[in-house]
C-alpha cells in the first residue's frame, strides 16, 4: 500500500525547535509536490508549507512564516518540516500529504493522492 509516514513530533516548550520527517513507503517522492497540514481540536485541516519537485520551490502560510522552513532531500526521498519559534498555537497534528504534481497546487485535500497518518504537536510550558 502506498502512504507517507511521519515522524518527529512531540512535546517543546514554546520558544523551542522540532523537526518533522515525511517518507514515502512503496513510492518515490520525485513527481510529487509535498504539503504539511495541521489540525487543532475543534478546527479545520489547514495548509501549513509545501514544497515542489521541481525546483525545491517553497510556499508558507502566514502563520509560519520566517519560523518553519521545509526542506526535500532527494537522496533520501524524504520532506522535512523544520518548526522553530514554536507556540503554543502550532499544537495539532501534523499530516504530510503529497500531490502528483511538479508544483505546489494549494492546499485543497482532495487533490492530494496520499496522506499520512499525522503526527502530534504539543507546545506546552
Known amino acids: 500500500q502506498l502512504q507517507l509516514v511521519e515522524s518527529g513530533g512531540g512535546l517543546v516548550q514554546p520558544g523551542g525547535s522540532l523537526r518533522l520527517s515525511c517518507a514515502p513507503s512503496?513510492?518515490?517522492?520525485?513527481?510529487?509536490?509535498i504539503s504539511w497540514f495541521r489540525q487543532a481540536p475543534g478546527k479545520e485541516r489547514e495548509g501549513v508549507s509545501c514544497?515542489?519537485?521541481?525546483?525545491?520551490?517553497?510556499e508558507y502560510a502566514d502563520s509560519v512564516k520566517g519560523r518553519f522552513t521545509i526542506y526535500r532531500d532527494n537522496a533520501k526521498n524524504t520532506v522535512y518540516l523544520q518548526m522553530d519559534s514554536l507556540k503554543p498555537e502550532d499544537s495539532a497534528i501534523y499530516y504530510c500529504a503529497a500531490a502528483l504534481s511538479y508544483y505546489c497546487i494549494g492546499y485543497v485535500h482532495f487533490e492530494y493522492e496520499h496522506w499520512g497518518q499525522g503526527t502530534q504537536v504539543t507546545v506546552s510550558s
Open positions: 514544497v515542489d519537485s521541481s525546483d525545491g520551490s517553497t
Open positions: 512503496g513510492f518515490t517522492l520525485d513527481y510529487y509536490a
